[in-house]
């Protein structure tokens, strides 16, 4: 089975406060938690690629840690943003 993309390993962040760009102070847990489902994002649509599942049925197949509606446009940014090769046919 084909792997998805690598994720990069989570930055070491100090015990503090973060400021994001936008929404409130929030703290490194809660920076290092949103860090694990973006990733979690990224390996699920690689690995739906790579299974040869299609952008179209990505949503319904995958198991993803955010509301399915939110999602529509990174699954589809994903897809287009997969090298070549990466998504196969579906071997049904």
């Not at 938690?33 to 739906?48: K, N, W």
């Not at 599942?53 to 997969?82: F, I, K, M, Q």
């Amino acid at each position: 089975m084909a792997r998805g993309p690598r994720a990069p390993a989570r930055p070491a962040l100090p015990a503090s406060v973060v400021v994001p760009g936008h929404g409130a102070p929030t703290d490194r847990d809660a920076v290092a938690a949103q860090h694990d489902d973006v990733a979690r994002v990224a390996a699920t649509i690689g690995e739906l690629a790579g299974r040869g599942v299609p952008a179209s049925a990505a949503l319904a197949t995958g198991d993803w840690p955010y509301p399915l509606a939110a999602l529509e446009h990174a699954v589809r940014r994903g897809y287009a943003h997969l090298p070549p090769g990466a998504v196969r046919l579906p071997l049904a």
